[in-house]
């Protein structure tokens, strides 16, 4: 069935270092992949979003690579602050024209920034 | 613009027990989704609407769980009888049909 993973499940980082977290998706005709991040006890919100016919975004400090052969993709944040502390969760769905436009999550990455 | 709206903001009941959840979607957008999310995981679909129809509810526990969306805008989730592993945050999220999803503030259940 549809599935998403989600690599790591917790990520330690300094302040100003980078953090990468990678996803794998397993629909092949997925082609909407948003980017959430959560803060303890608050709605998820999104922070960013590609569609298939695109292999990278960025939007300052954060970006997202797809890579659709592998069926895998990234999120890259750069130059960390500790507001950047939050669980992260990568998502997958069909998108517009597809079924449903139901998201798929992954289990979430608990992102700490160290200041 | 306003945002989801969601309420009770926070549930305890005791096993066996009915309890029911409100949701009111951004203005203007049509579909709307219920997610379950379970301590230290992502959130699950239960059911998505489209107006008034259901889209999928392939997840959705129909022998304890239902929900509608009578008019197209509000929606209300209920769960009866509840049990101990409906514990979690029910997130419920809008969108204009297939594009980005907003999600409102969640109820947090907790059944004892």
């Known amino acids: 069935g549809e599935n998403v993973e989600q690599h790591p499940s917790t990520l330690s980082v300094q302040e100003g270092d980078s953090a990468v977290i990678k996803c794998t998706y397993s629909d092949s005709a997925s082609n909407y992949f948003p980017w959430y991040k959560q803060e303890l006890g608050k709605r998820p919100q999104l922070i960013i979003d590609?569609?298939?016919?695109?292999g990278e975004k960025k939007d300052q400090r954060i970006a997202v690579t797809l890579n659709k052969t592998a069926k895998h993709f990234s999120l890259h944040i750069t130059e960390t602050q500790p507001e950047d502390s939050a669980v992260y969760f990568c998502?997958?769905?069909?998108?517009?024209?597809?079924?449903?436009?139901?998201?798929?999550f992954g289990q979430g990455t608990t992102l700490q920034v160290k200041p | 613009e306003a945002g989801v709206a969601q309420s009770p903001r926070y549930k305890i009941i005791e096993k066996r027990q009915s309890v029911a959840f409100w949701c009111n979607p951004i203005s203007g957008h049509a579909t709307l989704y219920w997610y379950q999310q379970i301590l230290g995981q992502g959130p699950k679909l239960l059911i998505q609407?489209?107006?008034?129809?259901?889209?999928?509810d392939s997840q959705l526990p129909k022998d304890r769980f239902s929900a509608e969306r009578l008019k197209g805008v509000d929606s209300t989730l209920k769960i009866q009888p509840a049990k101990l592993e409906d514990s979690a945050v029910y997130l419920c999220a809008s969108s204009f049909p297939g594009e980005t999803q907003y999600f409102g503030p969640g109820t947090r259940l907790l059944v004892l």
């Open positions: 609407f489209q107006n008034n129809g259901v889209v999928d």
């Open positions: 998502a997958a769905s069909r998108g517009p024209g597809g079924n449903t436009g139901k998201l798929i």
């Open positions: 590609i569609r298939s016919n695109v």
